[in-house]
């Protein structure tokens, strides 16, 4: 159901909006979109005044294809993606260690995998969005303070650029704000932390002939420089290095360094354009409470793992389509709020899941001892020379 008149029950003194997504990223997009395709006021507060450009996703998994097909984006993604080529992992001088068959499609013939460019993915959900009636979006506004009442929820939020402060008023709010969640740390909730923390640095680039640099699905396990080669899209490359015990991290992190590191891949100034790169300190984390009252996490806010199985966004994506049928048929009154906690159920242990993956694949990859890399590698070697092994399902 489309339009304000799908709004249902909103009487004297209700909320302003059915649901209050705080964050717009992907999972706040696709949120968004799911609930209000379904008539309900969705209200969401975005702090950046644009769409966030830094690099980060490349992939998503047929679920999320299934997904971004249901909601109408898939058309619109169709000149930035492109199927990903198979998983492999290579030891240095690259004999392949583990390879992971992700170049079949799905029983529905969509891709296993989807190399994108996260940018244009969430510019498509943005344009989805501004076709729903009941969907309004305020950018430049930062989630300040959040107050729950147990039948409904306050948000004050804050104006990047002037200061002043709005109140909205909503029967249900969902945190979609990422990694900092400034809503999961309102509701006072920690993480269940799997103890992974290393810095990679993304550089987005853009060959000037691309077919010099054909596209691959690579995880390179050098001991001396654990890196990663991938396509994010048609033309568009995704070089990811890792930074060494001893690097400083700001130094790291430079356009110079990031040059220098390229270099590996033969990437220069001359052959390529770096459009844009940045530092992670990639983690493992689960919150250790998806919901209170009428507060609900979704996405990074909820979790994040290291983006080795290419996981992160998929897993949010999946969130958001388990919560947004369960608060659609709440909202309604077809069914009680007990409903929403089969959310936080289903979702965790199988997040956990994604996170405890991304983490063997990570542990794997990112080793730096010599020593224990060459063991590492005689093991793998011996157990790899059969074909590709289907994805493992996460
Ligand atoms: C290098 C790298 C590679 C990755 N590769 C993949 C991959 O291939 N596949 C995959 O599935 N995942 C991948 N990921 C993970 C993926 O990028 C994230 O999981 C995904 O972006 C999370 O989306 P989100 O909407 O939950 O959070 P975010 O994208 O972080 O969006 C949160 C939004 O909330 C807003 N916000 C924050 N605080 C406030 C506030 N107080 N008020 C208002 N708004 C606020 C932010 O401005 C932001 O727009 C990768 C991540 C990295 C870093």
């Known amino acids: 159901m489309n339009g304000i008149s799908g709004s249902r029950g909103r009487g004297a003194g209700a909320p302003e909006a059915d649901v209050l997504v705080v964050g717009y990223g992907p999972v706040g997009q696709v949120l968004s979109i799911l609930l209000a395709r379904s008539g309900w006021r969705v209200v969401v507060v975005e702090r950046h005044p644009e769409p966030y450009s830094l690099p980060r996703a490349v992939a998503f998994d047929a679920e999320a294809a299934r997904t971004l097909d249901a909601i109408g984006v898939t058309g619109r993604i169709a000149d930035i993606t492109e199927p990903s080529q198979d998983y492999v992992v290579s ?49 430049g506004l930062r989630a300040v303070e959040l107050t729950e009442s147990g039948s409904g929820a306050e948000l004050v939020a804050e104006d990047e650029r002037g200061g002043e402060r709005r109140t909205f008023t909503a029967s249900w709010v969902v945190g979609c704000d990422g990694a900092g969640s400034f809503v999961r740390r309102s509701l006072g909730i920690g993480w269940a932390d799997s103890g992974f923390a290393l810095d990679w640095l993304a550089c987005d680039v853009v060959p000037d002939r691309p077919e010099d640099f054909p596209p691959s699905n690579l995880q390179i396990a050098d001991p001396a420089r654990p890196r990663v080669a991938v396509s994010c899209g048609p033309g568009r490359r995704r070089w990811e290095f890792m930074r060494m015990p001893g690097e400083d991290r700001a130094e790291f992190g430079t356009e110079e360094n ?122 793998m070697t011996a157990r790899s020379s059969g074909p590709a092994r289907p994805a493992e399902p996460v």
């Not at 392949?96 to 994108?116: A, E, M, N, W, Y």
């Not at 289903?346 to 694949?361: G, P, T, W």
């Open 91 to 139: 030891d240095a001088a690259g004999r392949q260690l583990l390879r992971i068959g992700l170049g079949g499609t799905d029983g529905t013939g969509r891709p296993d995998s989807t190399s994108v460019y996260q940018p244009g993915l969430e510019a498509a959900l943005a344009a989805r969005g501004e076709e729903l009636p009941t969907l309004r979006v305020h950018r």
């Open 258 to 379: 990031a040059w220098r590191l390229l270099s590996m891949f033969s990437a220069r100034p001359d052959n390529a354009t770096l459009t844009r790169h940045a530092t992670y300190t990639f983690r493992a984390r689960n919150a250790e409470h998806w919901r209170r009252g009428r507060v609900l996490l979704a996405g990074d806010a909820a979790h994040q793992m290291p983006p080795f199985a290419g996981q992160g966004m998929c897993s949010g994506f999946r969130d958001a389509a388990n919560l947004a049928w369960k608060l659609d048929l709440v909202l309604g009154g077809r069914a009680g709020e007990a409903l929403l906690d089969s959310y936080e159920q289903e979702r965790r242990a199988h997040v956990q899941h994604a996170i405890d993956l991304s983490v063997r694949l990570g542990r794997l990859i990112c080793v730096t001892d010599p020593a224990a890399a060459a063991d590492r590698d005689r093991a």
